[in-house]
């Protein structure tokens, strides 16, 4: 069974900085590809970064661009999403993903190429 935990969300002010990390428990996890996505309240999940399995792909969705940055260590199974320039409408509970059937080529953005799914942690932007 495969298990995603998320940590490092948290408040923080328009123009600070947020590092998130999910540890994931798979034993594939250095063939799996990965990704961020998030949720703000009454809005539908949005993609926001992912990566491929060993991590020389990286695909981000256009609102994070020049802002964010996600990384992986496949040694440690660890998934990372660095945030810089937070803006309140950065504000969501973000999301960590695995994408199983996702060749090694592929960091996509789709969210239905994702099959597990962590259980969140709330990110909150202060203007």
């Known amino acids: 069974q495969v298990q995603l935990v998320e940590s490092g969300g948290g408040l923080v002010q328009a123009g600070g900085s947020l590092r998130l990390s999910c540890a994931a428990s798979?034993?594939?996890?250095?063939?799996?590809?990965m990704g961020w996505f998030r949720q703000a309240p009454g809005k539908e999940r949005e993609s926001v970064a992912t990566?491929?399995?060993?991590?020389?792909?990286?695909s981000y969705a256009d609102s994070v661009k020049g802002r964010f940055t996600i990384s992986r260590d496949n040694a440690k199974k660890m998934v990372y999403l660095q945030m810089n320039s937070l803006k309140p409408e950065d504000t969501a509970v973000y999301y960590c993903?695995?994408?199983?059937?996702?060749?090694?080529?592929?960091?996509?953005?789709?969210?239905?190429?994702?099959?597990?799914w962590g259980q969140g942690t709330q990110v909150t932007v202060s203007s």
């Open positions: 993903a695995a994408g199983f059937t996702l060749s090694q080529w592929r960091a996509s953005l789709s969210i239905g190429a994702y099959d597990y």
């Open positions: 798979t034993a594939t996890f250095s063939r799996t590809a």
């Open positions: 990566i491929t399995w060993s991590g020389d792909g990286v």
